[in-house]
């Protein structure tokens, strides 16, 4: 059925008296539909913006579905994308084609036993799988290019093998092995396992909370330097916070967690909780408790207290089904969708397991049902009524009903919008005055917590930087630290200062990234492809030094997995003055734009408090006035032994946001520099911890051969170990708990940035017009895989 | 009989399009019969107005190519190359005709919600209007209808586009169209009265509304004796193209290109090309009001054709610069747009008709 | 101190003077690299990026060098890698590319260095069965579409992005030299605790365990230090966790 489809689009157009010219203009105008599903898009937009020009082809990227001819799925189809997918496939007009790019998008690639996945081919007639992860803009192109030969009708076969006979043999008939992957059967989950550190505020911190919280909480430990654990009962609960909020200064939620512990029958709910004055900044406090493991536990909300908590909850609330008191997003479903199986992250809800060799019977392709709808055949061409329901995405009938009432216009922007990015807003607006906007994220969630916890520690590093390629070391780096914490490792010094250099061009390429999309939004494609160009050179550097574009998994626990070479180091250090050159037209033309700056200033302002508030992070909590930048609050890597300056600004608007950032680049630029100079002075070698190596010290200026050996057996202590990291968009934080057999994580909760920005975006755009809402999102840098995760 | 073919051909003789280039080959036609009439007839002005320069092949051409110049020269701005691979060694000039090809071919998607006549109707019915000012423009000193209204004319044609615009959105029935028409009015409300009081600043300067004429009367072009209402009908241009800054009715990322989100296939080309139809228009009208219309050093030679030679030539500079734009300058907010329209462009045109006044003043005096 | 390293920044307050002249700047950009551009693109088709050595693209095999160790497909974050028997009986690995992210953590698992990496990576699939590669493709460099005539390098130097372009095919493939070796054998540690169950002989690919009855009627389990490659299978297997990998100390 499938088939025909397919090969529908290549019968119109060898139909009819003007074949030829058909045939021939259609080629030459393949308008993809930006389909921006997913991280892949990253790579699109490479393959558009100046480095690659995919226009060169006459593939013009169009946002609109009616205009368009070819979809571009870009990776991951989420079950509530696929809706998305069907819909806008069903709205192109014939002949149309489909390439699907990225692994995920194939047999699910590093997600391929999420819960939340499916595969477009199920979906929607593909034309040309492209393998990558994420493509290089080369595939992408190769994709377009073997499209244009179908339409031409001719041979469209891209790689050709070479087919050479194994050796025969004698060999006795073996026993293949079983799993590397160790569960531990009644695992010990603790988030209080006390450490003995030398930490003298720590331990007047824990007397001090002793005595306002007296007769509240039923122990009080730290945990690590800078962390602390108070243990409280559910009644307690809000009594407990409210006098941290009240007297300790403690302002904001960094996390909340639920752990499910199935054989001990209970949850324990985590909120980790800080406050931004001098003394707290990097201390985290987990108050935790734990409650009966139900069908629907209850427990109370925090969002009233700390509004930060509101968006973490009612995702909480999906994944375990604990239902928080108080918290209004308590009904139905937020981050996932409709059919995605229930409560998917408690324990018993089981992943499909890895298969290792190739048996008879067990097929390639994991089992993913596909969406509930099936889409026409050629025999029943149109929905049935049942199925057109199933198509639809959430309507949110109350909104429209209390719209209707006030006299609204509602409009619902997304998941496929050239400007929503890979999420829906529902806006209501009154004349052209932005009433309220409410998100329905979760487009892009691929279950990354619950993979995380079914995979080797070694295996989660690609996945740890697959939320946000387009800043992925400094999101493997937060998780790469916390599991160095736990093991306590010192990482040598020549590696650290790599590991800086890279996250800072991963921070200067991601800057680049939003500030290229933020022109986008404005209409203004030269700001788009200047930016772009400067991230061109960033990835080359990227590639240079990790042999991938944009998802590098390079940093390992103990190091990085190879030196890198002089030469490379060569052309950072030309970068850090080669890019100020590119750097000051892009400013020219766009930044210092007076429509620009007429666009952005006193829009979208969020004053410190209501930033606290909201939990936004990073270089936007920053911009409203907020000093708080890890990499100075608690310095990791070598940032304290650099000369740089973090940035702030009073503000708070989408001016202060994105100048905020444009000073921070140039001093990422000057981290790069500094750090360079450091590193060419240094000897070479010796780039992974010994204390990790073991047996292979040989192998710490290059991990090639021993990945596995060195890593694969690698467990972390019992306890909570959690990292927080400034990256590109904000404090991402993961918190990893062990539970000191097993190989792989009991849990591991992340939190990025994004997710947390989220909330800022809505509150920004409140009363704003409704053009700005996009300078608002835009100003933000809000990544959705990120925040979805 | 003859002598109604003799009258019409004497009328037509009387005003040819005069080309010394190509008289020796005129004059050996006679001995090919009818030729001599069909090559009278297309080089009778008003017809030749009509088919060649402004009308349909100078505008077809520049409605095919111009969108490619446009990208072209973006993509060079913008360190890239812009549409190429279709003829690699001529650098994709052809790429238009490839898309427009591809739009003609493409199923055309009336979706349930549209009103489905005027949702047909409208792309056909506006590339038409769209079509008729060119008219009453003069290239050089070829015109289709002389009339001594034809600024007027054509100022009351180019406000007549916005309607249409409007009809897209209303027969969309869809939310974005919606928003993107409600802009649509109000940008049309920002930009037409200064607008049109540049373009009569430029008539009480002339003393005449008659194209031909003012052409002739612009030994230093309107450009320089009136600057103020030059940049007013220029930014009142870009409004009414919707070029950027202005991009306000159609915003792509915002509204999803506003009126014609749900237009496809050929229905769509047709719009997609009415932007550069207004902006050729528009642009036109410009070289006539500010730039001298076709006057310029007489090329040997080409006779009559050296004044559309320099017409065309304004005209596309004056488009080129409209359409750089896009490279240049994001996009305004409605309510800016609007405060531009209402104060400082308006502002600027009634200083820009004082100027005026100014300037005839002092020529009388 | 720490106040004192933040930098405050403010965006700027425009009058009217500061306005025309950005508008000035921002149309002089767009003039002159409309004029002089500083074109960054590589046509792609009918030209290549250079990719540097270390590129990850698609992935060769050797079986010549290959133990069976599973390393690979224990590690790969895709469960991409799946072994197959060989007619030798023995286990070598397949790639479905359908999953593979390229991450080439098999490659620097490999210890024997029976992985290669390529730099193939624009390669587009009619259908996603062909994704899978199995083992007998994997052997030799495959071949792809080549349309570029030249290949491009982008060159960053100090004063900004140069691109060098350079007649002829770049290479594909980058033969570099195998791991370091580090030899590992396998050793019980407490036979005492053995049960005799004989996994370890089982899953052993080489043969280099064996099983003895010593006088007195014990299952002794052998392992002959030549033969054993150090693979770390009987060790993940062994049911009691007697067995350890150690470093064999040669003389
Ligand atoms: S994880 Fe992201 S980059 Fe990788 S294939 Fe999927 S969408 Fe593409
Ligand atoms: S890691 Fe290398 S040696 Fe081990 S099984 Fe895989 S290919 Fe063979
Ligand atoms: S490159 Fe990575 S994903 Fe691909 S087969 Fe190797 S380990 Fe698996
Ligand atoms: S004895 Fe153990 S480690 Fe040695 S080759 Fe056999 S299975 Fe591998």
Redesign the pocket.
């Known amino acids: 059925m499938e088939e025909t489809e397919k090969d529908r689009n290549i019968r119109i157009l060898h139909s009819g008296v003007f074949t030829p010219l058909r045939r021939w203009a259609t080629k030459w105008s393949l308008w993809p539909c930006h389909f921006l599903t997913s991280c892949c898009g990253v790579e699109l937009a490479h393959t558009g913006a100046c480095g690659y020009d995919m226009e060169r082809l006459g593939t013009l990227n169009m946002g609109i579905s009616r205009q368009a001819n070819f979809i571009m799925v870009e990776g991951t189809i989420t079950r509530k994308m696929a809706r998305a997918l069907r819909i806008v496939w069903e709205q192109m007009p014939d002949p149309k084609f489909v390439n699907v790019i990225g692994a995920c998008g194939q047999r699910g690639g590093i997600f391929w036993n999420s819960y939340n996945i499916t595969r477009p081919s199920d979906i929607v007639p593909v034309d040309f799988f492209i393998p990558g992860c994420p493509i290089t803009p080369e595939g992408l192109l190769r994709g377009v290019r073997a499209v244009q030969e179908k339409i031409e009708g001719r041979d469209n076969t891209t790689i050709r093998f070479k087919h050479v006979e194994l050796p025969p043999g004698d060999g006795e008939e073996n026993r293949a092995p079983t799993t590397p992957k160790i569960f531990a059967p009644t695992p010990l989950v603790r988030v209080d396992v006390p450490r003995d550190v030398d930490w003298a505020f720590g331990n007047d911190l824990v007397k001090n909370l002793k005595a306002q919280l007296n007769g509240l909480y039923t122990s009080i430990t730290i945990t690590e330097k800078n962390r602390i654990a108070i243990k409280t009962t559910p009644e307690n609960l809000v009594e407990t916070s409210r006098k941290l909020s009240d007297t300790m200064g403690v302002d904001h939620v960094k996390s909340v967690n639920v752990i499910d512990v199935p054989h001990e029958r209970k949850f324990m709910v985590e909120y980790m909780v800080s406050g931004y004055t001098e003394e707290l900044m990097p201390v985290i406090l987990t108050i935790f408790t734990e409650i009966g493991r139900e069908a629907e536990p209850e427990i109370t909300s925090l969002a009233s207290l700390w509004e930060s908590a509101n968006y973490s909850e009612r995702e909480l609330h999906d994944f375990f089904g604990v239902q928080f008191k108080g918290n209004k997003g308590m009904k139905g479903k937020f981050l996932l969708a409709p059919d995605t199986p229930d409560t998917p992250l408690r324990k018993d809800f089981k992943l499909e397991e890895e298969q290792y060799t190739i048996e008879e019977g067990v097929p390639l392709t994991p089992a993913i049902t596909p969406p509930h709808y099936t889409p026409p055949s050629s025999s029943s061409p149109s929905y049935t009524e049942s199925e057109l329901e199933d198509l639809k995405m959430p309507a949110y009938e109350d909104v429209l009903k209390e719209a209707e009432k006030n006299d609204e216009f509602v409009a619902f922007i997304g998941p496929h919008h050239s400007g929503s990015g890979h999420l829906r807003w529902v806006m209501r607006m009154k004349g052209d005055i932005i009433k309220d906007v409410i998100p329905d994220p979760g487009y892009v969630h691929r279950s990354m917590e619950k993979i995380a916890e079914n995979r080797l520690y070694i295996q989660n590093v690609p996945l740890t930087e697959r939320p946000n390629i387009s800043d992925p070391i400094n999101m493997n780096l937060g998780y790469v630290r916390a599991i160095e914490n736990a093991l306590g490792i010192e990482v040598p010094e020549r590696a650290k200062y790599i590991r800086t250099i890279m996250a800072e061009l991963s921070r200067i390429g991601a800057f680049f990234y939003d500030m290229g999309i933020f022109p986008l939004f404005m209409g203004h494609s030269t700001g788009f492809m200047y930016s772009f160009a400067i991230r061109e050179m960033v990835l080359e550097l990227m590639v240079r030094m990790t042999g991938s574009r944009c998802t590098p998994s390079f940093i390992i626990p103990g190091g990085i997995r190879r030196d890198i070479s002089d030469d490379v180091l060569d052309r950072t250090r030309n970068f850090t003055s080669a890019i100020h050159k590119r750097l000051k037209k892009y400013e020219n033309i766009f930044v210092y734009n007076p429509v620009l700056i007429s666009r952005m200033k006193e829009v979208g302002v969020l004053t410190r408090e209501e930033a606290i508030r909201c939990g936004i992070v990073g270089p936007f909590l920053r911009a409203s006035g907020v000093e708080y930048d890890v990499r100075k609050a608690e310095p990791y890597e070598v940032y304290d032994k650099l000369d740089w300056e973090a940035t702030t600004g009073d503000a708070g608007d989408c001016l202060g946001r994105i100048f905020g950032r444009l000073e921070e680049i140039k001093q990422s630029v000057e981290i790069v520099r500094q750090a360079v100079d450091a590193v060419q002075g240094m000897p070479r070698g010796g780039v992974i911890s010994e204390e990790i190596l073991g047996d292979y010290k040989e192998a710490s200026d290059d991990i090639r051969g021993y990945l596995y050996n060195v890593y694969g057996d690698l467990v972390l202590p019992k306890g909570e170990w959690t990292s927080v990291t400034e990256a590109a968009r904000g404090t991402v934080l993961y918190s990893i708990i062990s539970d000191g057999e097993s190989n792989v994580p009991y849990r591991v909760r992340i939190i990025t940035p994004c997710w947390m920005n989220l909330r800022g975006i809505i509150e920004a755009s409140k009363g704003e017009r409704v053009a700005d809402f996009w300078t608002v999102y835009a100003s933000f840098g809000y990544f959705p895989p990120e925040a979805d995760r | 009989m003859m002598e109604i073919i003799n009258t019409l051909m004497e009328t037509v003789m009387s005003n040819q399009v005069s080309i010394p280039l190509i008289e020796p080959m005129l004059d050996s036609l006679p001995e090919i019969p009818m030729l001599q009439y069909m090559v009278a007839f297309m080089l009778w002005k008003p017809i030749f107005a009509l088919l060649i320069c402004p009308g349909l092949t100078v505008g077809g051409l520049s409605l095919l190519f111009f969108p490619w110049i446009e990208r072209k020269l973006c993509g060079r701005a913008q360190w890239r190359v812009g549409p190429h691979e279709i003829v690699w060694w001529l650098g994709g000039v052809i790429q238009l005709l490839a898309d427009s090809l591809r739009f003609l071919f493409q199923e055309v998607i009336v979706h349930k919600d549209a009103h489905r006549p005027y949702f047909l109707q409208f792309p056909f019915l506006s590339f038409m209007i769209f079509l008729l000012p060119l008219l009453f423009i003069p290239a050089g000193t070829i015109v289709a209808i002389q009339t001594p209204y034809a600024i007027q004319i054509i100022l009351a044609l180019v406000c007549l586009f916005p309607l249409f615009i409007l009809g897209f959105g209303w027969a969309s029935n869809s939310r974005f169209a919606y928003i993107g028409t409600v802009r649509e009015a109000f940008m049309y409300f920002a930009y037409e009265i200064p607008f049109i009081i540049a373009a009569i600043a430029m008539i009480i300067l002339y003393g005449t509304s008659d194209p031909l004429l003012m052409a002739s009367r612009q030994s230093i072009p309107g450009i320089i004796l009136n600057p103020v209402a030059a940049l007013v009908f220029f930014i009142g241009a870009a409004m009414a193209t919707g070029r950027m800054p202005f991009e306000i009715p159609d915003s792509d990322q915002e509204l999803c290109a506003g009126p014609h989100v749900e237009y496809s296939g050929i229905a769509f080309g047709l719009i997609y090309v009415l932007c550069y139809e207004k902006g050729y228009i528009l642009s036109a009208l410009m070289t006539i009001l500010f730039l001298g219309g076709g006057s310029g050093p007489a090329i040997a030679g080409l006779g009559d054709l050296s004044g559309v030679f320099w017409f065309v030539v304004k005209t596309y500079l004056v488009l080129t610069t409209l359409f750089m734009l896009r490279a240049v300058y994001p996009r305004y907010r409605l309510d800016q747009g609007l405060k531009l329209g209402w104060s400082p462009m308006l502002v600027m045109a009634i200083i820009g008709l004082a100027i005026s006044l100014v300037v005839v003043a002092v020529r009388v005096i | 101190m720490k106040m004192k390293s933040m930098k405050k920044v403010v965006g700027p307050e425009y009058n009217l003077g500061d306005k025309i002249k950005t508008n000035v700047y921002a149309v002089g950009v767009a003039m002159q690299e409309s004029v002089y551009p500083h074109t960054a693109t590589v046509f792609y088709p009918r030209e290549r990026k250079k990719m540097p050595d270390n590129f990850r693209g698609f992935i060769l ?1 050797d079986p010549d ?9 224990f590690v790969c974050p895709a469960n991409a890698i799946r ?1 197959k028997e060989a007619p030798n009986k023995r286990y ?2 397949t790639v479905d590319y359908g999953r593979c992210i390229f991450c080439h953590f ?1 490659i620097d ?4 260095g ?2 290669k990496a390529t730099k193939i990576h624009d390669v587009a699939y009619k259908d996603m069965d062909a994704m899978f590669t199995p083992t007998e493709e994997m052997i030799e460099l495959p071949e792809i579409i080549r349309e570029d005539k030249k290949y491009v390098e982008y060159e960053i130097k100090e004063d900004d992005l140069h691109l060098k372009r350079t007649k002829g095919e770049d290479y594909l493939f980058v033969e570099v030299p195998p791991p370091k070796e580090i030899p590992m054998v396998s050793t019980c540690i407490d036979p005492g605790s053995c049960i005799g169950c004989r996994v370890c002989a089982d899953v052993c690919e080489h043969g280099a365990i064996s099983a003895s009855v010593e006088d007195g009627g014990t299952l002794r389990m052998k392992i002959d230090t030549d033969e054993c490659t150090g ?1 770390g299978l009987c060790v993940k297997e062994c049911s009691m966790q007697i067995l350890m990998l150690n470093k064999l100390e040669r003389e």
């Not at chain 3, 060098?65 to 497909?73: G, T």
């Open positions: 095999f060098k290959c133990i069976s160790c599973f390393n690979c497909s072994m070598y690995p098999c698992s490999c210890s024997g029976a992985l693979c």
